[in-house]
């Protein structure tokens, strides 16, 4: 069965005070890793997709990278504004379908 | 593009009550996804569409539970009858076939079933 883990369920980290949030993974051939970002009261909003092991990704302070079993979301010098939900979904090569994992809530405090 | 559509935002409603939830996908957009969001199981798909033809249905919880594409640029989730365990918020998401299966969601509707 296809499956997404995510670690840790809450992160608090003080603004500048870089960490990585974890996605542990299994299925049945690997179409796509995926990572979005969700504010509160609004829905996902992309940020990445990672297709193969090796791969990376960046975009402004965030940096996705993908393993053959984990996909880690790198945050360098957080800011305040970067406080949201952060959930990774993988796709299988055999379904047009998204499973998604339960998410990491950041807070980054000022 | 204004994105992905949904309406109404929130839904008030009593148990035993027909609830309908509606989506407008991203207009050339050819794939359309409705999740149900909660604290205890997250994210999940309960249906989708692939020019307008439902593809998965296997996430419908019950036969409460129907969808409906009658043309490309709308989806209704229709609840009938309503619990208050249906209670969530419901997503809808759209894509493109061309677009490496990137899913691009609406604001949702938060529905709460008394």
């Known amino acids: 069965e296809d499956q997404v883990t995510q670690s840790p369920e809450a992160l608090r980290l003080q603004e500048g005070e870089s960490s990585s949030l974890n996605c542990s993974y299994t299925?049945?051939?690997?179409?796509?890793l995926f990572w979005y970002r969700q504010d509160p009261g609004k829905g996902p909003e992309f940020l990445f997709t990672?297709?193969?092991a090796g791969e990376e990704k960046e975009k402004e302070r965030l940096k996705a990278t993908l393993t053959k079993k984990e996909s880690f979301l790198h945050i360098t010098a957080p800011k305040p504004e970067d406080s949201a939900t952060y959930l990774c979904?993988?796709?299988?090569?055999?379904?047009?379908?998204?499973?998604f994992g339960q998410g990491t809530t950041l807070q980054v405090k000022p | 593009d204004a994105g992905v559509i949904q309406s109404p935002r929130h839904e008030v409603t009593e148990m035993g009550q027909e609830v309908t939830l509606r989506c407008k996908p991203i207009?050339?957009?050819?794939?359309l996804f409705w999740y149900r969001q909660t604290m205890m199981r997250g994210l999940e798909l309960l249906i989708y569409?692939?020019?307008?033809?439902?593809?998965?249905d296997s996430g419908m919880p019950e036969d409460r539970f129907s969808a409906k594409m009658p043309n490309a640029s709308f989806s209704t989730l229709k609840i009938q009858p309503s619990e208050p365990r249906d209670s969530a918020v419901y997503f809808c998401?759209?894509?493109?076939?061309?677009?490496?299966?990137?899913?691009?969601f609406g604001a949702g509707t938060r529905l709460s079933v008394l």
């Open positions: 207009s050339g957009h050819d794939y």
């Open positions: 979904a993988v796709q299988a090569s055999n379904t047009g379908k998204l499973i």
């Open positions: 998401a759209s894509r493109s076939g061309l677009a490496k299966n990137i899913q691009y």
């Open positions: 569409f692939n020019n307008n033809v439902p593809i998965d």
């Open positions: 299925v049945s051939g690997l179409r796509g």
């Open positions: 990672l297709y193969s």
